[in-house]
C-alpha cells in the first residue's frame, strides 16, 4: 500500500490549505488515518486523526482550525486547515493504517512522502 500526499504551499498567515492524501495498492479497508508534522528541529507530532468511527482527534494547537476528513469510495483523507498561523510550518505526513486484499500483507500501516507547508507572517 502507498499513500500520496499532495495540497501543500506556500501560503500568507491567516490563509487556507487543503491537504490530500490517497492510499493505493490493494486496499481492503482503513480502520485509523491521521495528519502529523515536523517542524525543523522538532520531533513528529500528531496533529489529527480520525477512527472507523468517525471519532476524531485534533492536537490542541489546532483544534477549531483544522478539520480532519475522508472520503472512502477514493480511499483518500483531507486536512483542511484555516487561520493558519506561523507555527504551522512544517512538513506534513499522513499516516493510514488498514487491512490489505492482499491477505499475504494482511495488516498495513503506511506513511506518505510528506508535503511542505509554510506560512509566512
Known amino acids: 500500500v502507498q499513500l500520496q500526499a499532495s495540497g501543500g504551499g506556500l501560503v500568507q498567515a491567516g490563509g487556507s490549505l487543503r491537504l490530500s492524501c490517497t492510499a493505493s495498492?490493494?486496499?481492503?479497508?482503513?480502520?485509523?488515518m491521521g495528519w502529523f508534522r515536523q517542524a525543523p528541529g522538532m520531533e513528529r507530532e500528531l496533529v489529527a486523526r480520525?477512527?472507523?468511527?468517525?471519532?476524531?482527534y485534533y492536537a490542541d494547537s489546532v483544534q477549531g482550525r483544522f478539520t480532519i476528513s475522508r472520503d472512502n469510495t477514493k480511499n483518500t483523507m483531507y486536512l483542511q486547515m484555516n487561520d493558519l498561523k506561523t507555527e504551522d510550518t512544517g512538513v506534513y505526513y499522513c499516516?493510514?493504517?488498514?487491512?490489505?486484499?492482499?491477505?499475504?500483507?494482511?495488516?498495513?500501516?503506511?506513511w506518505g512522502q510528506g508535503t511542505q507547508v509554510t506560512v509566512s507572517s
Open positions: 495498492g490493494g486496499v481492503e479497508s482503513i480502520n485509523r
Open positions: 499516516n493510514m493504517r488498514g487491512y490489505s486484499t492482499d491477505s499475504s500483507i494482511g495488516n498495513f500501516g503506511a
Open positions: 480520525l477512527g472507523s468511527g468517525d471519532d476524531t
